[in-house]
């Protein structure tokens, strides 16, 4: 169901910072300041766990729904450009 981004242009994420990460290397991406309550293209999830974040490409409403329940996690709302050309 939930598709991973787990590297750009053949270069891997780093288990951790994420979307400091994914914010300075990728041009135009940008941070949402809280979570959108309707789908839109483009739309990352990174969530912040103990050892590791893990990047989720939101590919519809329903997967931005699941996401956007509290489980207690961080996650921080990402627009990256091209998303979809990066998930596995």
Same mark, same amino acid.
């Given at each position: 169901m939930y $598709? +991973? !981004?787990? *590297?750009i242009d053949g270069n891997p994420l780093p288990n951790k910072f994420k979307t400091d990460y994914l914010l300075k290397r990728m041009l135009g991406a940008y941070s949402l300041r809280k979570p959108p309550v309707i @789908? +839109? *293209?483009? /739309?990352?999830?990174?969530?912040v766990n103990m050892a590791f974040e893990e990047a989720r490409y939101v590919s519809n409403q329903l997967e931005l729904d699941l996401l956007s329940y #509290?489980?207690? $996690?961080? $996650?921080? @709302? /990402? !627009?990256?450009? #091209?998303?979809k050309k990066y998930i596995d």
């Open positions: $598709k +991973r !981004i787990t *590297e @789908w +839109r *293209e483009n /739309l990352v999830c990174v969530i #509290d489980n207690g $996690k961080t $996650k921080n @709302w /990402l !627009i990256l450009p #091209d998303a």
